[in-house]
């Protein structure tokens, strides 16, 4: 089993008490720990009007700073979503990203989960989904025409442009798309785009569901005009390592849980609001959480503990085969969102890539 690729995903929380701004700044102290501690690749999601928690609304002006203060590390929206804004406005401000950071964009988007979020940007969640498609050919034209084009389709309307600049990746980055649902893992794949997944609250007997949906659509499936195929996966999944798995959980539990039982409430209201229904569309998501701690961390590839803790669970996460493992850190304070990165990029990263080539090797003999 080869092993995957290993990114930091955060939403910038701030704990009662910080400032936001100083938060901000630590993001990019949080994004240069990970190129130091020899990730992959540093992802943030979009999130706006979640005071006082989130801090990442404005992915494009948080990845220059990265950029320019990194020299390996790829950058990863997870993932812009493409109903808030135009798509000429994203195509132009990513490839700007892209030339800025000397070709390290892996370009995901999504269509949004936050029906107060839509409501301000007066975005009907109806529409989104076909919002994000028609947005991505618009983008995909914009980045490879070197003549002014035109588009005339359901959201926008435009004649004779040309992009400048376009992407410094030749060709550009291909796309992928967050999906949660079993419905829209589906509709990832029928769009022949990568899929970026989420285990928060997805219990361990639903994962393997999701990459069924996702691979079953592909096999079907047809790509959007112009846009690149992808079959790239890539999982965010929660994490945070400490000395002792009493310290990992002093430090993030709180949060942690808040998350979960926050999100499971917006979750089945986005679905009700997008689809009309949350019957059989959430598939493997909203289905619970009501109980605690400890249930969580058994239910779902939830990795919060010590160095051997976090090594079983991101061992078993990586058996269903994905391309990429975006671990998702927040809730801790700044210092022990770095010591977690550190000791995830020393100790834990090291000891899964080498088990995992471990069972390569083994499986390569046995046949």
């Known amino acids: 089993m080869e092993s995957p690729k290993f990114g930091i995903v955060t939403q910038g929380y701030v704990r009662k008490g910080e400032d936001e701004r100083q938060r901000v700044r630590e993001v990019i102290l949080e994004a240069q720990a990970a190129e130091r501690y020899g990730f992959d690749s ?33 950058l990863m929206p997870a993932a812009v979503i493409t109903p808030l804004h135009h798509p000429l406005n994203i195509a132009e401000r990513w490839a700007t990203i892209d030339v800025l950071s000397g070709g390290r964009v892996d370009f995901a988007v999504g269509r949004g ?10 975005i009907d969640p109806a529409e989104t989904n076909a919002r994000t498609f028609e947005a991505l050919e618009i983008i995909y034209k914009a980045w490879n025409s070197r003549e002014p084009f035109s588009h005339h389709g359901e959201f926008w309307n435009f004649d004779a442009v040309r992009l400048t600049p376009y992407p410094l990746q030749s060709p550009p980055p291909a796309p992928s798309l967050a ?20 285990t928060n609250n997805i219990e361990w007997h639903q994962i393997q569901a999701q990459f069924d949906a996702y691979r079953e659509g592909w096999e079907n499936g047809a790509e959007i005009p112009g846009t690149p195929p992808n079959s790239k996966i890539t999982i965010v999944s929660p994490m945070h390592v400490a000395r002792t798995s009493k310290e990992a959980r002093d430090q993030v539990e709180f949060g942690t849980m808040e998350y979960a039982k926050r999100s499971m409430k917006q979750q089945n209201l ?22 605690e701690f400890d249930e969580l961390l058994e239910r779902t590839p939830l990795a919060i503990g010590d160095p051997d803790y976090v090594i ?18 927040d809730y801790a304070t700044h210092e022990e969102l770095v010591e977690n990165i550190r000791l995830a990029g020393e100790e834990v990263i090291p000891a899964v890539r080498q088990e995992l080539a471990a069972r390569e090797a083994r499986l390569a003999v046995a046949k």
């Not at 989960?113 to 007066?122: D, I, M």
């Not at 999906?179 to 989420?198: D, F, I, N, Q, T």
């Not at 986005?270 to 109980?291: P, R, W």
Request: aromatic fraction near 12%; glycine fraction near 12%.
């Open 312 to 329: 079983e669970k991101l061992l078993k996460l990586a058996e269903y085969g994905m391309d990429e493992i975006g671990l998702a850190i």
């Open 42 to 74: 540093f992802g943030m999601s979009e999130q706006h009007f979640k005071f006082p928690t989130n801090t990442t609304g404005a992915l494009d002006v948080l990845f220059p700073w990265i950029a320019a203060t990194t020299e390996r590390i790829r």
């Open 270 to 291: 986005n679905q009700q609001l997008t689809y009309g229904t949350s019957e059989g569309t959430m598939g493997t998501t909203g289905q619970f959480f009501d109980g």
């Open 113 to 122: 989960n936050t029906p107060p979020t839509f409501a301000a940007f007066e």
């Open 179 to 198: 999906s949660v649902s079993l419905k829209s893992c589906r509709m990832a794949g029928e769009h022949r785009l990568g899929w970026m997944g989420v």
